[in-house]
């Protein structure tokens, strides 16, 4: 089976950065997305990376590096609609996407 | 652009009995892939079907099929529900599907509760 690793909980400030980490063990990498999902609600489109780098949205910003199997999104500017489950997700060898177990980011004022 | 829509939002079964969940997709989208979420397996891939076949499945058992209209809406049946099967089901959308890594666009689901 695919193996992908991310912490469990993080919590952080409003206004700070939080950099979430994500390690993968797959058959085979073509490409790795992040999702954020609020409680109760469909997953969103966050970014997605399929060469190593920095790729940057706005407050968000998301990096791959493809030979240490390991991933970031950085969150910057942190406001307290940010509170939110992150999914790192990774598309292996039979494009069956497989998920993390998500980050929980909680945002406090 | 409207979004990917799932109906019904809520669904209440009991063992034994059978459940048919319907997702639309995001207009001019070919793909849609299904999905199960729950609190201790997190986000698990069911199945793909695009232009009215299944391009590819997960490691479920046959109870749970699904199948595509040639509008490229889907729908997914689970047979002979058990308890186990409590989750929230995930559908999504893309242009061209899983095989080109293409970016998927989820809907709000379908949380089910078998009791």
């Known amino acids: 089976g695919q193996n992908i690793d991310q912490p469990t909980e993080m919590t952080a400030t409003e206004g700070a950065i939080v950099q979430i980490n994500c390690t993968y063990q797959?058959?085979?990498?073509?490409?790795l997305f992040w999702y954020q999902q609020h409680a109760g609600e469909a997953p969103t489109f966050l970014s997605y990376?399929?060469?190593?780098g920095l790729e940057e949205k706005g407050r968000f910003s998301s990096f791959l590096s493809r030979s240490k199997g390991y991933s970031y999104l950085l969150l910057k500017e942190l406001q307290m609609k940010d509170s939110a489950s992150y999914l790192c997700?990774?598309?292996?060898?039979?494009?069956?996407?497989?998920f993390g177990a998500g980050t929980t980011v909680t945002v406090r004022a | 652009k409207a979004g990917v829509t799932q109906t019904p939002r809520y669904l209440i079964k009991t063992r034994g009995q059978q459940v048919t969940l319907s997702c639309s997709p995001i207009?001019?989208?070919?793909?849609v892939s299904w999905y199960q979420q729950t609190p201790g397996q997190g986000l698990q891939f069911l199945f793909e079907?695009?232009?009215?076949?299944?391009?590819n499945k997960g490691n479920f058992p046959g109870r749970f099929s699904g199948r595509q209209f040639s509008n490229s809406r889907s729908e997914m049946n689970v047979s002979t529900l058990e308890l186990g099967d409590s989750a929230l089901y995930l559908c999504?959308?893309?242009?061209?599907?899983?095989?080109?890594?293409?970016?998927?666009?989820f809907g709000p689901g379908t949380r089910l509760t078998v009791l």
């Open positions: 999504a959308s893309s242009l061209v599907g899983t095989a080109n890594t293409d970016t998927q666009y």
């Open positions: 797959t058959s085979g990498f073509n490409g």
């Open positions: 990376n399929v060469l190593d």
């Open positions: 997700a990774v598309y292996p060898n039979d494009y069956k996407l497989s």
């Open positions: 207009s001019g989208h070919r793909s």
């Open positions: 079907y695009f232009s009215e076949t299944q391009r």
